[in-house]
Nanobody, 122 residues
Framework: EVQLVESGGGLVQPGGSLRLSCAAS????????MSWVRQAPGKGLEWVSG????????SYTDSVKGRFTVSRGDARNTVFLQMNRLEPEDTAVYYC???????????????WGQGTQVTVST
């Protein structure tokens, strides 16, 4: 059974930090690109950050560059999102997303976690 289990969300004041974790099981983690996607209240899904299966190409949406850092620990089948200098606009449910692309670059398999709530507020 494929599972992506996020943890680390919570309530934090503006300027604070949180570290999200996503533990993966049921598939070959090292073959998959991993991403974090968020959904703010009343809004659609927004891609936040991603890292390729080799771990050498992290990428970020502009609004989090310089504040968030994505990393992966393939030995533990885990991907992390370190979030610093959090802002109220970062409030959202954060989802972990795994994607496998075949040799032609086509998406072949993908999986979603259940999400973890991040609330940035005084």
């Amino acid at each position: 059974e494929v599972q992506l289990v996020e943890s680390g969300g919570g309530l934090v004041q503006p300027g604070g930090s949180l570290r999200l974790s996503c533990a993966a099981s049921g598939f070959t983690f090292g073959y998959y690109a991993m991403s974090w996607v968020r959904q703010a209240p009343g809004k659609g899904l927004e891609w936040v950050s991603g890292i390729n299966n080799g771990g050498e190409r992290p990428s970020y949406t502009d609004s989090v560059k310089g504040r968030f850092t994505v990393s992966r620990g393939d030995a533990r089948n885990t991907v992390f999102l370190q979030m610093n200098r959090l802002e109220p606009e970062d409030t959202a449910v954060y989802y972990c997303y795994a994607a496998y692309y075949n040799q032609h670059g086509d998406l072949q398999y993908d999986y979603w976690g259940q999400g973890t709530q991040v609330t940035v507020s005084t």
